[in-house]
């Protein structure tokens, strides 16, 4: 290695390393086409290939590589949800990323750093003994701390009685980390496209095509193309894309806002969450500080930036951190969240046959990309939905079977 950084130092050139090829001309058709180049997409392309020697498959993206959700997001990795199917989930959503860099061989820079959700009402105080509960009993580190513990894990935290809305205890999950958003999406495409897998950019899906009951293609910005099976993943867009295939879904589009501040010396390592301030706030390994909160409370498709949520998101991180009043914010951005009623994805077969779903991602579907990739590609290379998704298909919701996480998503991502 430090041999060829050698010869690269003192070469004439210094050829690019081109990931992703420019786009070539689109074939007639596909075994699968993927409508989305985010990270559940391309994971989906990557399984699809590596696990199931499925290798015409097109991934169709109408901007670039991780221009959506998965660029825009604040990176929580978790796995201490309430239900014991998403606990189950999101467990082996951890446990993938966990040895991700290495499979794709791209550095994700993926870091463990615990996360502190904290506790501001005796109400939540009851529902973390819950969630740490059914968390231990499926082999996840979650377990209640007290204020003592919370000053050693945090020490810079506010724990004053005189504010507004004093910690009273918190949810330690050992297992919460970090990773570079952009970089998941990336590392899945280079890995699919050297598999031999299609990724073409700027080409967007405009319509389904269908015969009876059945999917047969898709129309597109470049035309149209015939294919065995498409696989939705749009995030945002998921109720508009999912229209031109006659489906309807139970799904709400809300804007979700972030921001970034200047970078300041580490003083943070694990991530910190408080749903009664509607805030979150991790430290990135360049020093800035990431902050999040929930969605924008109406259902819009824009990704502008309000002043209302600025306040709000630095009123509710002052609070856990005060002496941070003088730092500057670099950035503040959008992205559209696709919100379900039990606040949990959708994932599967549809009632159009041949065309399947992962979809409903909401403000939480980064943690899930290897794990929804990887049971997906099964579904659909063996038509037989994995155990571990059958829980989120879209039909619980004519079943009343909902699946309900709006406690464990509120403000934690
Ligand atoms: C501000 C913010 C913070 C978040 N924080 C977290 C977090 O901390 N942890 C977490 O787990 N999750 C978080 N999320 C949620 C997470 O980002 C998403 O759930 C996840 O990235 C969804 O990935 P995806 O691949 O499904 O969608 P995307 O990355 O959005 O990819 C979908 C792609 O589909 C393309 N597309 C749309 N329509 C078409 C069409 N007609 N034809 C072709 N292509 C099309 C889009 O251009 C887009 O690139 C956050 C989201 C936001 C916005």
Known sequence: ??????????????????????????????????????????????????????????????????????????????????????????????????????????????????????????????TFRLRAEVNRHLGVRSRMVDLEEIRDLVPCLNLSRRVRWPVLGGLWHADGGLARHDAVPWGYARRAVELGVEVHQRTEVTGILR????????????????CGHVLQAVSGMSSVVAAMAGLRLPIRSFPLQAMVTQPVKPFLNPLVSSASLHAYVSQTARGELVIGGGSDPYSLYSTRSTLELKESLIAGVLGLFPFLHELRLVRQWAGITDMTPDYSPIMGHTPLEGYWLDAGWGTWGFKAIPVAGQSIAQAIATGRVPELIRPFALDRFYSFNLSNEAGATAASH
Request: aromatic share 10%; glycine share 14%; hydrophobic share 35%.
């Open 211 to 226: 015969s009876g009951n059945r999917v047969t293609g898709v129309s597109t910005s470049r035309g149209e193309l015939s």
């Open 1 to 126: 290695m430090p041999w060829a950084l050698l010869k690269y130092g003192f070469s004439r050139r210094y050829p690019a390393r081109v990931d992703i090829p420019p786009p070539q001309a689109l074939r007639p058709s596909y075994d699968v086409v993927i409508i989305g180049g985010g990270g559940h997409g391309l994971a989906a392309a990557y399984y699809l290939a590596r696990e199931h020697g499925i290798r015409k498959v097109a991934v169709l993206e109408r901007g670039y590589v991780g221009g959506g959700n998965t660029g825009r997001n604040t990176t929580v990795i978790r796995s201490n949800y309430i239900s014991p199917e998403a606990v189950r989930f999101y467990k082996k959503g951890v446990e993938m990323y966990q040895g991700l860099a290495g499979e794709l061989g791209y550095n994700l820079l993926y870091s463990r750093r615990g996360q502190l959700t904290l506790a501001h009402t005796e109400a939540s105080l009851r």
